[in-house]
């Protein structure tokens, strides 16, 4: 039975039909990506004093908030250590009962309100302070009170909500996420962050699997097919067949010089009636694509989608023929 007492009157022009509906979304997501525009139109030298006070940092970044800031906040926190930098998400109300005592004098803190006034926060940022904690403030309200305190203050401040009443924190959480994740890219930077180090920190998963993957892990290296300068077209047909359509042509030092393909084959086939004693010199393509020992596997993997081809002679520091890696093998492991 319905509440007499609920108000289930729909509000005056509210969406209804499936057009309509479709047009608030496209709305919400036009609202958020101007807040996001406008953030980064007013990011100034305030933003690379926040950097630089990160950076500086020897402890832990510990993250706070109230509410929906503080969903954000466990985000930036986890962003921040996913690339480097040692964070925590620190509740205000525990921190004050209690969870105080994982602040170190090295730490730095970043304190998220969109109103600036949270108590909680207040009284956080009160004891951080007197205990030597540099303070960065995300907050929607310039000038509040927790801006007055902070160390450093970014302005987060958004011209209105996705929600039609204006009132759910809609675009102010995606504009403070945003600004978190660009503190953390640029911070990254600085501190000289690489694909090595994210793969050290996310050692499961395919994201690792991703990283730590490196051609020589996967390559044909015993019985690597190669033919010589001198080889003919009779020399390759079996290779070919065999070494799923790709063999390296190495000079008498064993450097690639090119590579012969089916593909060559075939269309060499469709030109001329007689091909077999064609030097393999007047149909490969010279100056090929070629991996070196220690690439990444996902690098390998992208030549091969940008340049359409189904493998990569390997080699070494030497630029000799060490192996061939092929597209098939690569996503078998995981480097998509």
């Known amino acids: 039975m319905p509440d007499p007492d609920r108000d289930t009157v729909s509000r005056p022009n509210a969406p209804s039909t499936p057009e309509e509906l479709l047009l608030e979304g496209q709305r919400v997501l036009r609202i958020e990506g101007r807040a996001i525009e406008n953030l980064a139109v007013r990011l ?23 509410g929906k800031s503080g969903i954000v906040g466990r985000k930036i926190a986890a962003t921040l250590t996913a690339t480097g930098t040692p964070a925590t998400f620190l509740h ?23 109103s600036g006034g949270t108590a909680e926060l207040s009284e956080l940022v009160d004891y951080l302070l007197r205990a030597g904690v540099p303070v960065i403030s995300l907050s ?20 209105e909500e996705a929600c039609p009443m204006d009132l759910v924190p809609t675009t102010s959480t995606t504009a403070t996420l945003a600004l978190g994740d660009a ?49 003919v077209i009779r020399d390759a047909i079996v290779p070919l067949a065999e070494q799923r359509g790709t063999v390296p042509i190495v000079d008498s030092a064993e450097h690639v010089v ?6 060559d084959l075939t269309r060499l ?14 149909v490969m393509t010279s100056s090929p694509k070629v991996a070196h020992v220690g690439d990444l596997g996902s690098a390998a993997l992208h030549a091969m989608e940008v340049f359409g081809i189904m493998a990569l002679p390997v080699v070494d520091d030497d630029d000799r023929l060490v192996g061939i890696v092929h597209l098939h093998e690569l996503m078998k492991a995981g480097a998509v």
Request: charge should be negative; proline fraction near 5%.
């Open 44 to 66: 100034d030298e305030t933003f690379l004093e926040a950097v630089e006070l990160l950076a500086a940092c020897r402890g832990r970044v510990l993250v706070s908030g109230v």
């Open 92 to 114: 205000p109300v525990e921190g004050l009962h209690g969870d105080l005592g994982i602040v170190g004098t090295d730490d730095a803190a970043i304190l998220i309100s969109k």
């Open 140 to 159: 929607g309200n310039p000038g509040s009170p927790l801006d007055r305190l902070a160390t450093v203050a970014l302005d987060c401040s958004v011209s």
């Open 183 to 231: 503190l953390a890219v640029v911070l990254l930077q600085v501190n000289g962050f690489q694909e090595q180090d994210f793969a050290l920190l996310h050692p499961g998963g395919s994201l690792g699997r991703k990283l730590r993957l490196r051609v020589e892990t996967v390559m044909i290296e015993e019985g690597c097919p190669r033919l010589p300068t001198t080889a």
């Open 258 to 263: 090119g590579v012969i393909t089916a593909g």
């Open 269 to 282: 086939m469709e030109r001329r009636e007689q091909f077999l004693d064609v030097p393999v010199v007047d």
